[in-house]
């Protein structure tokens, strides 16, 4: 529930700059901790989480931009 939580308010923002014309569209996805773990079972021991991003669409100059969304700390 937790990286559900924060793709929504990734995608809020997302959302309020496409309405403020920063951006054409944006879009965020988010892998869930348990499918991110299973496919890179070290990375939780090492303390990385690469499994959110956004891609956003300039209004010009770039087709699209996508960018990691870093994780830097997790619950105990």
Known sequence: PGINTLEGVAQQTGD??????????????ATSFAAYTKANPTDYQNGIYNGLYATATAQNGFLTITFNINVTEFAS
């Not at 309020?16 to 996805?29: E, F």
């Open 16 to 29: 309020t700059a496409v309405q403020a014309g920063a951006v054409l569209s944006a879009s965020v996805t």
